[in-house]
């Protein structure tokens, strides 16, 4: 799937690019990827993707939200942390919140 997005594939490499001294390291995956990773978590869920530009959006706010909790955070993530936490960030904009 083929999806061109000059906005987030820059936010993303700005988000990695101050990540990397961080954590040591820089996730190997490619806008593309995060926006494919995304769509995987409505498919996975059965819920109805959004539009390409909504779901963009909705994997360059998990990868900025990433990037604030761990920093604030006082150990380093490991992959599976950080996979969790995309996922999971995604999984809440795409259910309704219930009122309590």
Do not use: K, W
């Not at 799937?1 to 040591?24: D, K, N, R």
Request: charged residues 15%; hydrophobic residues 50%; contains cysteine.
């Amino acid at each position: 799937m083929q999806i061109p997005s000059p906005a987030v594939l820059s936010t993303e490499h700005q988000l990695l690019s101050a990540l990397a001294p961080m954590y040591g390291f820089i996730r190997p995956l490619s806008a593309q990827n995060y926006v494919q990773r995304a769509l995987n978590v409505f498919l996975d869920h059965e819920l109805v993707p959004p539009e390409v530009d909504h779901l963009e959006l909705i994997a360059r706010f998990a990868l900025e939200a990433q990037q604030l909790f761990f920093t604030a955070a006082l150990f380093h993530p490991e992959e599976a942390q950080l996979n969790h936490f995309f996922d999971e960030f995604v999984l809440i904009c795409a259910l309704p919140i219930p009122v309590l």
